[in-house]
């Protein structure tokens, strides 16, 4: 099948498979399949965490060889209970990606990640190496020390006009400490407060991202009040707790991806999750192929970044 579009993505294509799948713990997630359900099988894992996920990201994959499995982490979009923050860690959404895995009888698959679906990817991969045919991953996150202070101290340089924003909504006696701020603002009790604060922090890191010549339409639904509320929530109670991760964890562990091969892909222009750590990764694990995008910022619908990926998907469709 030929690609199409102005960034030579597949073209769009129906689920054959919709189902909601009780993983445990009062979870249910929603989960999609695309493509040739006899193909070599790939999962995605959407950004966030606790984000929706665009439907164009099935486009990066050639629907006649590949088995395309999506899904919605725990307590996003149309997995429920929404915004859940019970049973809810980095070791249950590599249980539920084992589950999914085990459900439809496969026994490797390509894993592709961005953003916080490449730490999740990256954190499945090193847990399950036998598991994975390929990994490739996008907008490199790996929670290294003091990474939670970049957004909210550590970038402010970078866009003054819009940090000062961000700091403009908070209370001038909290601006010392604007993560510690938003984080009880946001996991508090008060909801229209939260929202506020949600919204202006997601402002502030679209900002970050820096992305530029990217269709709205291919970026993913609009999302209601309570979605935002529900992914920041989550968001934030995986930044408090480093992802639930062991410190520096994804980088110290990552020689267990020996012999997976795979691609690195990040923008160069991307402030929201810094190119320093697609470097650290490929140091690590050096034999994936590694591509940083000089003018790209931080998603992967940007043309040069959504070509390498086409690429990279192409090139481990046979395996």
């Known amino acids: 099948m030929s690609v199409c579009s102005s960034l030579n993505l597949y073209p769009e294509s129906e689920a054959f498979d919709k189902q909601t799948l009780a993983v445990g713990d009062g979870h249910c997630l929603h989960v999609e399949r695309f493509g040739n359900p006899e193909g070599n099988p790939v999962v995605l894992l959407h950004g966030g965490p606790g984000a929706t996920w665009s439907p164009h990201m099935v486009r990066f994959f050639d629907p006649d060889h590949y088995h395309i499995i999506a899904l919605d982490q725990r307590g996003a979009w149309r997995s429920t209970p929404l915004g859940s923050l019970q049973n809810n860690t980095t070791q249950h959404l590599i249980g539920d ?24 990817a990256l954190a499945y991969a090193e847990t399950h190496p036998e598991r994975c045919a390929a ?103 995986y930044w408090q707790n480093a992802a639930f991760l062991p410190e520096d964890t994804l980088y110290k562990n990552a020689h267990r991806l020996s012999g997976i091969p795979g691609s ?6 991307d402030f929201n999750c810094l190119v320093s750590a697609a ?15 000089p003018d790209a910022g931080h998603s992967i619908f940007e043309p040069e970044t959504a070509r390498l990926l086409v690429e990279a998907t192409d090139r481990f469709r046979e395996f």
């Open 97 to 120: 990606i084992e589950t999914i895995r085990e459900m439809l009888g496969i026994d490797r698959w390509v894993v592709q990640g961005w953003s916080w679906g490449s730490a999740l």
């Open 135 to 237: 990994l490739l991953v996008q907008g490199i996150v790996l929670f290294r020390p003091g990474f939670e202070h970049w957004d909210f101290r550590d970038s402010r340089d970078l866009f003054p006009d819009a940090f000062s924003r961000l700091e403009a909504f908070a209370p001038a006696e909290h601006r010392g400490d604007l993560y510690a701020w938003y984080h009880d603002v946001i996991l508090g009790d008060d909801t229209a407060l939260a929202l506020d604060a949600s919204n202006q922090w997601y402002e502030y890191s679209e900002v970050l991202s820096n992305a530029h010549r990217v269709d709205p339409a291919l970026t993913g639904p609009e999302e209601s009040d309570e979605e935002v509320l529900a992914g920041s929530r989550i968001s934030m109670h």
């Open 264 to 269: 690195i892909l990040h923008g160069e222009k």
């Open 279 to 293: 470097h650290d990764l490929h140091a690590v694990w050096p034999e994936a192929d590694f591509h940083t995008i």
